[in-house]
């Protein structure tokens, strides 16, 4: 009998931005590729990445992914990337003018939430998001909170 797998991500994900969710709410979602160098897709596929810090932005009708942390490749050498270059999100026209009008509104940024592997491509989930004020922050842990013992009364019943 084979074991079950106890982890929460699908093995595909390489990346996660669990403080995004936190910090943010999340108004809609969009699926961008990613340009990536030779040593850049060797270390994510290694899941040496970093999402914390991330943002998006719009400059001349390109989307930008900014202050993503992809680790230096081990056996790189001297062809090895800079580990904090801003990287082009590949989307459609129609997509990077949708997220640049959403992006005008006040308090609304584009978010790295999650990066995967999709048919062999890197993939980044972005996320046009709304900062939380700290007391929204407070009632989502305190929902959460109600949500868990919900769950573990109704589990002895």
């Not at 943010?24 to 990613?34: C, N």
């Not at 230096?72 to 997220?99: A, C, S, T």
């Amino acid at each position: 009998m084979a074991k079950k797998k106890s982890k929460k991500t699908p093995d595909n994900v390489l990346a996660q931005n669990r403080k995004a969710r936190h910090d943010y709410t999340v108004l809609e979602t969009v699926e961008a590729g990613i340009a990536l160098t030779g040593t850049e897709i060797k270390s994510v596929r290694e899941r040496r990445v970093n999402l914390q810090d991330g943002f998006a932005q719009i400059r001349n009708n390109e989307a930008w992914l900014m202050n993503v942390h992809i680790s230096e490749y081990v056996q790189g050498n001297r062809f090895n990337h800079d580990p904090l270059r801003n990287r082009k999100l590949l989307l459609h026209k129609k997509e990077i003018r949708r997220l640049g009008q959403a992006t005008m509104d006040k308090g609304v940024t584009l978010v790295p939430l999650r990066m995967y592997l999709k048919h062999g491509f890197a993939k980044v989930l972005i996320g046009v998001a709304q900062g939380k004020r700290e007391f929204d922050k407070r009632e989502t842990i305190k929902r959460r909170e109600q949500d868990r013992q919900i769950a573990r009364v109704m589990k002895h019943y």
